[in-house]
């Protein structure tokens, strides 16, 4: 059971099963992983007019390709979480036509985030503090089709699938298309309401250790996940929850948002931009009911606790 390290020296910004790995390992072992900075571009230094500016086939810098030793085609590749370290710094912002409310806001929009310890601080509204709780954006193995992929939507392979319960002390499955699964990381992010709504997390580099192990005792159609408790550090002081209904599921996510951005800023003094990046790092969106037709509720859960 040996110990690797693997640089952020030479990113990739696509998923390709042609690839040559970058490191070879056995089923066991353990990677210790830098992962850059989740656009491979944005600094503490930009603005939003430097995000206006992005190069968005750089989207996600993804360190990999592990070559693990033994997996093959139809076994699943089991990844451990064991720690997750950042770099002091991250950011959260919204370009113009990307985002789950993109009709409503015709800007780029950019919020520094200072990182002490387990704790996440705005730069720009000091009220505002969040817990520390990582996940990688991305995480995934070779795809089964040939040619280069965009790393935006999530897949079969796993992917960017934003899914912040894949934290330290989770374990993820996946299932493995090509010889040694080819697996990659990176997008990191600090701390991420579920649903991303505004289309960025707390986008941060980080230390990543990980470790693999080859299962060939079962198979799986799509990624699983488990994760440890408590679901978040947060569920301390109560949530504010605002409900919209309606026969379809995204227009009433969309909604749910709108009345959580109007709440925001007329309770807390936030301005729009401000409440819309909020919601994607700190709020929850849930399915609340989808078995009483014609219409269903979606709700959007925001932690009191974040209000110093």
Request: proline share 6%; glycine share 10%.
């Amino acid at each position: 059971m040996a110990e690797h390290h693997l640089d952020d020296s030479v990113t990739q910004p696509f998923w390709d099963n042609s690839v040559e790995p970058r490191l070879e390992i056995a089923s066991g072992d353990t990677v210790v992983i830098e992962c850059a900075e989740p656009a491979g571009q944005v600094t503490p230094e930009w603005t939003a007019n430097d995000l206006a500016q992005a190069d968005r086939t750089k989207i996600h810098a993804l360190t990999g390709s592990i070559f693990v030793g033994g997996a093959q085609p139809g076994d699943v590749l089991e990844v451990e979480i064991l720690d997750m370290a950042h770099k002091g710094w991250g950011w959260t912002g919204f370009m113009k036509g990307f985002g789950l409310l993109a009709e409503d806001f015709d800007s780029h929009y950019l919020h520094h985030w200072r990182l002490e310890g387990s704790w996440c601080e705005s730069t720009e509204v000091p009220s505002l503090r969040i817990p520390f709780e990582p996940h990688p954006g991305c995480m995934g193995v070779a795809p089964l089709e040939p040619g280069r992929l965009d790393t935006v939507p999530p897949r079969l392979n796993g992917g960017n699938m934003d899914v912040r319960d894949m934290t330290i002390g989770s374990t993820v499955w996946m299932p493995v298309f090509v010889d040694g699964a080819l697996f990659s990381t990176g997008d990191c992010h600090s701390a991420q309401g579920q649903g991303e709504v505004c289309g960025t997390g707390i986008e941060s580099p980080m230390t990543v250790t990980m470790r693999f192990h080859v299962r060939k005792d079962f198979s799986l159609k799509e990624v699983q996940l488990r994760r440890p408790s408590p679901l978040s550090k947060l569920d301390g002081a109560g949530f504010h929850i605002t409900t919209a209904h309606g026969p379809d599921l995204m227009e009433n996510a969309k909604n749910a948002v709108r009345y959580m951005i109007d709440w925001l800023t007329e309770h807390h003094g936030l301005d729009r931009g401000q409440a819309y990046v909020l919601c994607s790092v700190a709020g929850d969106l849930k399915i609340s009911e989808i078995v009483d037709a014609p219409n269903w509720i979606v709700s959007m859960h925001m932690p009191l606790a974040i209000f110093s």
